[in-house]
Each structure stands twice: as structure tokens, then as C-alpha cells.
């Protein structure tokens, strides 16, 4: 059967990671092709990279960074953060990433999921959404770009159908009220939002144990849970979550 | 020499890493000719299948990968190329190279009501049939390997399959007929397992340093 995927998300700036790693305390800690390394060692099932500073200005650490995870990471691994176009979406797919999120330049530009997903498949292009619980939104979820701080018209529901019609192959869906509480993943969202496509849900933002790995896998119907700092902390290791998922009667590869 | 065809369907460079971590002779190339003195193909890709028609026409190829199949050296398709291996392909309505007989087809539009997302995308567990393949050898049964694909493989005749994965039923995903393999899921992404298999196909056993396990 198909087994829910543990992706560890790493934020990088200048092709640098941006915050520190307690297991590899003794090794360099800004380097992220040292983490992906590591966690790719511990079993991790699929890696995203975001890099922070989205900008479309020189983005070439973060290519560099790419080529060279891609050399010694044979699993997938997903690059978001500052892809605004489609020479973006190219050059970090040929880089040797799996594929690209696209946030904020697909609420302002959304035909940009449907020209990349026509050059590389609808399975390379994740559509990357911030939603906030909203009450006055038909969803109950309000959109927000440029890294939540920037609230939009779109309704969260109604933009991840919009998003998939467009031709997303993935969305990763992010809550803004749980994400750095280490509460749990927001459940109901998660759930409307996956019962409501047909394409996976990556959920994202919350995770403090692997218990609420396992609820959000579950109850919340996502296909894949995104965790960073359960594992960046050291607290955890991915075998570690995994054998406890596993004990929980969740299907995770081994 | 291992010989990789670049169609420009995808990041087919996900393959060439691949081999390079092995430490093998590789040749990656979009000119037939360059690849007609190897010792074996890989036949990658990842998109839809009529462009990659299209684009195997116009680099020659579509005839290349015909006269290969005939010459019986061998050729590993992957992904799209253990597809467009088929006679005909639900995509697009695209006839393909007919290496192996049968049709690729769609997962049905109504897998959601059973909580099945299109594409099958993720880790699934391989299950062998009709004895495996040599190519698995050393990988246990029940594998998990990574998939990203929303059509299948139907051989016509069932025999040609060597292992299938379930996602709503036993959906095919290594066929072998002669010197012609192919697998839908991505040795190349599938971590130590997907590497043992190419490793496998180039005849050479897989370097220590990859091995994975508590430091790499």
C-alpha cells in the first residue's frame, strides 16, 4: 500500500541554512546539503528547501545548492521560495530538484502553475498556500502571501480546487494559527482541504510530537506530514518518528 | 557503456547522478548515434506522452529504441519510458513505440471516492510476480519504492509483468519481454533500493559510502 510521507523542510538564505541543528552541533550547521545528507540517511521520504529570501534577484547559491543535494540525496526534494517565473521553475527543476512550490507568484500570477506543469507534468508544480482561519470566508480559511504577513480575497477551499484545475499536482498546505505553536497540525482544515481535491495534501505547520503527525495522516486525511523543527531541534530523529508512527498503525515506509 | 536517452522529457539528470554515484561509465546524449555503440540503454523521462512522441521523432529516437529492442541488447525504461514502450497510450490518444503489446491507461476519475488521489504519488511497496526480475535481486519482496504517475501500464499479456504495487488494485509497474525491462516507479529517487537496481542493470555491486544507513 501507499505509505504516508515524512517530508523535513529546511529554510535556506544564500544557499545557507537559516537556523541552527542540534545534532550536528559538531559539524557545519549552515550547511544544508550536510542536513539533507543526514536526514536522508535517517529515512526521510522526500525533502523541500525554501528559500526565505524570495527574491528574484540572484539566485544562484540557491541553484548551486540544489545541484549539489542532487548528487548525494536520491530521494525526492521540492525547491520553493522566489520562483516567480517560468525560466525559475526551468532552471531549478534542470538543477535536479523534483519540483517547485509556487506561493505567493501563483495567487499573483496563477497561470504560472498551468505554463510550468505544460513543460514538466502537473506532478512537478506544488502549489503552496498559507491559510489562516478566518470566519467571515466561506471556508472558514483566508489565504495570505509573502510569508503570512499579507492577507488576500481567496478563499482557501475554493483556491486549492482553483489551484488543481490550473493543473498543481500537490498542494502543502500551511496553517498560519498553528505553525511554530508545536500544538498539533489544524485538523479541520486539513481534512476540507484533502477530501475537497483529488490531488495530496501535504500538511504543514504544528507538528510537535509524532502523535500529531499521526492525527493529521489520519483524522486529517493528509497523504504526507512536513515537519522542521521536531528534527532540526534534535529532539527527534526521522527513524525515531517513523518507528513511532509505525506503533500508532500508521503505513510509513520503514 | 551505459547509454542514457535525453528526449527533453524532464530532469532526466536525476539518472545520470545516479550512475555517477556508482562510479560507471555513462554516456547521456539527444543524438542516436552517439549511443549506438553502448552496451545498454536507460530510457527515462517524466511528462506527458504525446510531446514525448514528438520529441523521440524528432531526435530519430523512435526508430533507434525499435532497432534496439530487435538488436537484444538491453534497455531500461523508466517511468514515462516503461510507458510509451506500449502500443497506444490514453494520453492524449498518443500511439507509441508497440515494444511490448498493450495500453497505458489512466487511473479512473472516480479514485477519490475511495480516498485514492491522482497522481499515485509516494512510497509504495513493490510486490513481485511471475518470479521478479533479475534486476530486483538483493531487494526483499514488499519493497517500497518511489512513484509519481497518473496513467499505468495493461500489458496485454500478463506474463510480461515482473511486479505490481497496490493502489486500488495490483497495478503493474515492472514488465520485462525479452531484453526490454521497464519499471513505472524511480529507481534514480528510491534512495539505496532504487540504486541497487541500477546498479543491478550496469552489472557492478553498489559502493559502500551508499550504502545509507547512520552516516553517509
Known amino acids: 500500500m501507499l505509505k504516508k510521507r515524512i517530508i523535513v523542510c529546511l ?33 526521510v521520504d522526500e ?18 545548492l540544489i545541484s549539489r543535494v542532487a548528487e548525494r540525496v536520491f530521494i525526492p526534494f521540492c525547491v520553493g521560495g522566489g520562483i516567480s517565473t517560468v525560466d525559475d521553475i526551468k532552471n531549478t527543476i534542470l538543477a535536479g530538484a523534483e519540483k ?9 500570477n496563477p497561470a504560472l502553475i498551468g505554463e510550468g506543469a505544460a513543460i514538466f507534468g502537473n506532478q512537478c508544480i506544488v502549489l503552496g498556500m498559507d491559510a489562516k ?34 493543473g498543481a499536482g500537490e498542494i502543502v498546505l500551511n496553517s498560519i494559527d498553528a505553525d511554530g505553536t508545536r500544538d498539533g497540525y489544524e485538523i479541520p482544515l486539513t481534512r476540507m482541504i484533502s477530501e475537497n481535491v483529488g490531488i495530496p495534501v501535504v500538511a504543514s505547520g504544528g507538528a ?31 527513524a525515531s518518528i517513523k518507528s513511532a508512527l509505525a506503533s500508532l498503525g500508521v503505513p510509513v515506509r520503514p | 557503456m551505459t547509454g542514457i536517452i535525453d528526449y527533453n522529457a524532464g530532469n532526466i539528470r536525476s539518472v545520470e547522478r545516479a ?14 548515434r552517439d549511443l549506438e555503440n553502448a552496451d545498454r540503454v536507460i530510457f527515462p523521462g517524466v511528462g506527458e506522452a504525446k510531446f514525448a512522441m514528438r520529441e523521440l521523432a524528432k531526435s530519430g529516437f523512435d526508430g533507434f529504441l525499435r532497432d534496439w529492442a530487435a538488436s537484444g541488447k538491453p534497455l531500461l525504461g523508466i517511468c514515462l519510458g516503461s510507458q510509451v514502450i506500449f502500443e497506444h497510450s490514453e494520453e492524449n490518444d498518443t500511439p507509441c513505440l508497440g515494444l511490448i503489446a498493450g495500453t497505458v491507461r489512466r487511473f479512473p476519475r472516480d479514485f477519490l471516492a475511495s480516498g485514492l488521489k491522482v497522481p499515485h504519488m509516494g512510497w509504495n511497496g513493490v510486490d513481485y510476480r511471475n518470479g521478479g526480475s533479475a534486476l530486483l535481486s538483493g531487494i526483499p519482496d514488499g519493497t517500497d519504492f518511489y512513484f509519481v504517475h497518473s496513467y499505468y ?7 510480461v509483468i515482473t511486479a505490481t504495487a497496490d493502489y486500488g488494485f495490483p497495478v503493474p509497474c515492472g514488465v520485462k519481454k525479452g531484453n526490454v525491462e521497464a519499471f513505472q516507479f524511480h529507481p534514480e529517487k528510491s534512495g539505496r533500493n532504487g540504486l541497487r537496481i541500477l546498479a543491478n542493470y550496469v552489472g557492478v555491486s553498489l559502493p559502500r559510502g551508499i550504502e545509507g544507513g547512520s552516516s553517509c
Open chain 1, 100 to 108: 517547485v512550490s509556487l506561493n505567493s507568484p501563483a495567487v499573483r
Open chain 1, 11 to 43: 529554510d535556506v538564505k544564500d544557499g545557507r541554512t537559516t537556523k541552527g541543528v542540534k545534532f550536528l552541533d559538531n559539524v557545519d550547521i549552515g550547511d544544508p546539503v550536510v542536513m539533507a545528507t543526514e536526514y536522508y540517511a535517517q529515512g
Open chain 2, 19 to 32: 550512475l555517477a554515484s556508482l562510479n560507471v561509465e555513462y554516456r547521456i546524449s539527444k543524438n542516436p
Open chain 2, 153 to 159: 501500464v495493461d500489458p496485454a499479456d500478463a506474463a
Open chain 1, 208 to 238: 510537535g510530537t509524532p502523535a500529531h503527525m499521526a492525527r493529521v495522516l489520519t483524522e486529517g486525511k493528509a497523504d504526507a506530514a512536513l515537519i522542521a523543527s521536531m528534527v532540526h531541534s534534535g529532539d527527534y530523529t526521522v
Open chain 1, 47 to 64: 525533502l523541500v528547501f525554501y528559500d526565505i529570501m524570495a527574491s528574484a534577484r540572484d539566485r544562484g547559491p540557491t541553484l548551486d
Open chain 1, 133 to 166: 482561519r478566518d470566519p467571515s470566508m466561506k471556508s472558514g480559511y483566508r489565504v495570505f502571501i509573502n510569508g503570512g504577513r499579507v492577507a488576500t480575497d481567496l478563499d482557501a477551499l475554493e483556491w486549492a480546487i482553483r489551484a488543481e484545475s490550473l
